[in-house]
């Protein structure tokens, strides 16, 4: 762990810090400056944990109908405040920056996917889609389950896993529907951008390759393959 500076009177001690809001904050909705007082404590990794959200979020962030500008966060999992423009903002899964009839609003794509009503047109307006705020993180299941996947990035692979994130916030299947999840590919570098997933955005975590054979069974020969996946998954636990 490391200290943490919230403000001038209070600091504590936590395993990673970001700057604003902290959500599962259970003293307020005060901004954390997260300046670093000291070094960090030398000691193995900790295993992640759900976000526990604080007792004021239910009071004092926005709901999907109202202007999210100036709590600069959302009640509902999953969701993130974003901004229309200067003053306005609304609590969404995703968002589409300089569209006009931005069609990914949550009520609007519970309707249809591509409303062209009044209400989805949103005035007219193009949307800057700035980021206001922390994402609401969706609770775990019990057992929890972590789902890792490996795939080639420059494949038919890419095509499928962006198929999956294009479900919006309603995920039945694959590992989007895990408490924890990662993508690992090898043949592409570190934190290439595959969509916005119920945490955010997903990018592709990367391991080393080995080279494939054809085994006498006539199978293909990629234990060394997975081993480094394997590694490279424990490396980032």
Not at 111 to 128: G, I, L, V
Request: net charge positive; aromatic share 12%.
């Amino acid at each position: 762990h490391t200290c943490f500076q919230k403000n001038t009177t209070l600091a504590k001690c936590l395993h990673t810090c970001a700057k604003g809001i902290h959500l599962d904050d259970p003293d307020n909705w005060k901004v954390w400056t997260c300046k670093q007082l000291g070094g960090r404590t030398p000691g193995p990794i900790l295993t992640p944990r759900p976000q526990k959200l604080a007792s004021w979020v239910k009071d004092h962030c926005s709901d999907l109908y109202e202007n999210c500008a100036s709590s600069k966060c959302c009640k509902d999992e999953k969701m993130q405040c974003f901004e229309q423009h200067p003053g306005h903002a609304w609590c969404l899964y995703k968002c589409l920056s300089n569209h006009m009839k931005f069609s990914h609003h949550h009520q609007c794509a519970r309707e249809a996917k591509a409303n062209t009503s009044e209400e989805c047109k949103y005035n007219n307006k193009t949307w800057t889609c700035r980021e206001l705020g922390p994402r609401t993180l969706p609770s775990w299941g019990w057992p929890s389950l972590f789902c890792a996947h490996v795939m080639r990035f420059h494949s038919y692979e890419v095509g499928i896993v962006k198929l999956q994130l294009q479900q919006d916030e309603t995920f039945r299947g694959g590992i989007f529907a895990c408490d924890q999840y990662a993508i690992y590919a090898s043949d592409t570098p570190r934190g290439s951008f595959l969509g916005m997933g119920p945490y955010g955005p997903v990018r592709t975590r990367w391991f080393r390759s080995a080279p494939v054979w054809i085994s006498q069974d006539n199978t293909a020969a990629n234990t060394l393959l997975f081993m480094n996946f394997w590694e490279a998954v424990r490396w980032d636990l």
